[in-house]
T-cell receptor, first 115, second 113 residues
């Protein structure tokens, strides 16, 4: 089955700097890769996603890149702000055509943005 | 519009007891998922419903866990003979149909004493 690894487990940056979180996956059939932000005591919130027919996707300060050959994808946050502080999870799924489209999550990255 | 809601937000029970956790998905969403999140970990898939049927229950840890979605909307996760190891946050997510974005509820924190 699918296995997703995520690095780093913790990341501390100064406000205004960029943050990069990286994930690798094992199942070449996976073709949908969402990123979630989870604040303390809340459920995960979808912030951006990418499908395997696209190499990069951007939404304001957030971007995701995907390398299907290497089976890794990354989240990039530019101009970080204190409100970006949270735990970020990557996930992989068979997506369209998959049996269940269940999400397999990484172990999370605790991002701390220092003012 | 209303998001995914889950009740109760917190549940404390004693070992051996039976519990039910409820999920109200976003209106019109046909796909519904249950996940379990232990402290410091990512959510772990339990079961997936497409409409009323459980299309994939491969993530349920054992036969003490069961879930239903009788009318294709609200779902209930049922845990029999609870054990301390069942303590976790139980998350529900829904999507318009399978294969698209999943939206999560706030979760139910289950504590088994």
């Amino acid at each position: 089955g699918e296995n997703v690894e995520q690095h780093p487990s913790t990341l501390s940056v100064q406000e205004g700097d960029s943050a990069v979180i990286k994930c690798t996956y094992s199942d070449s059939a996976s073709n949908y890769f969402p990123w979630y932000k989870q604040e303390l005591g809340k459920g995960p919130q979808l912030i951006i996603d990418i499908r395997s027919n696209v190499g990069e996707k951007k939404d304001q300060r957030i971007a995701v890149t995907l390398n299907k050959t290497a089976k890794h994808f990354s989240l990039h946050i530019t101009e970080t702000q204190p409100e970006d502080s949270a735990v970020y999870f990557c996930a992989a799924s068979p997506g369209y055509g998959g049996a269940t489209n269940k999400l397999i999550f990484g172990t999370g990255t605790l991002l701390a943005v220092q003012p | 519009g209303a998001g995914v809601s889950q009740t109760p937000s917190n549940k404390v029970t004693e070992k051996g007891k039976y519990v039910e956790l409820r999920c109200d998905p976003i209106s019109g969403h046909t796909a519904l998922y249950w996940y379990r999140q232990s402290l410091g970990q990512g959510p772990e898939f339990l079961i997936y419903f497409q409409g009323t049927g459980a299309a994939d229950d491969s993530g349920l840890p054992n036969d003490r866990f069961f879930a239903v979605r009788p009318e294709g909307s609200v779902s209930t996760l049922k845990i029999q003979r609870t054990e301390r190891g069942d303590s976790a946050v139980y998350l529900c997510a829904s999507s318009l149909h399978s294969g698209v974005e999943q939206f999560f509820g706030p979760g139910t924190r289950l504590t088994v004493l």
